[in-house]
């Protein structure tokens, strides 16, 4: 008798401990995914925002940070015209970019549509937006905890209407 009541003692324990268990991953699971909902709502809104001030010539500088070579990874001077990059010119030297460098940049219009694309999706999201321009400023995406080297993570500053 005693074998079977502390049988029915353990089986019950366990099965509070799987239900305790259950509620905080379903708790955890709900905030991400409320999380990710309001990141995206507001990357909606910014970029509503954005849309709305209808500027398609600007210039600001955007910097990568990645392991890859220097030459994505510096401070660069973009210039947009009718929403087409149409210079971009690396900082501390004022040289014009390669273009496959080139081809990597991406105006605020792009970068709206790569974080759509992105964020409802990514393991790990960081935006910060410039409050006046309604643009971001930096940002970090991790698409993948369990990958090494796939994160997107972009500083944008001195926004300027041309």
Partial sequence: MRNLTLI???????????????????TNLESLASKQSETMQTVIDKKNEWKAKDISNYSFV?????FCMREYTQPIKV???NGIIV???????GNKVGTEVKESI?????????LEKYVGNAAKTSINYDDKWAVPKSIFIDRDERMADEEITLSLRDFKVL
């Avoid at 029915?8 to 991953?25: E, G, R, W």
């Avoid at 210079?87 to 030297?93: K, M, P, V």
Wanted: hydrophobic content about 40%; some cysteine; proline content about 0%.
């Fill in 87 to 93: 210079e971009a010119n690396y900082l501390d030297n």
């Fill in 62 to 66: 955007w910097q990568n940070s990645c």
């Fill in 106 to 114: 991406k105006t605020y219009d792009q970068i709206f549509a790569l």
């Fill in 8 to 26: 029915v003692f353990l089986v019950s324990l366990t099965a509070c401990q799987h239900s305790v268990i259950d509620d905080v991953v379903d």
């Fill in 79 to 81: 210039h947009v015209s």
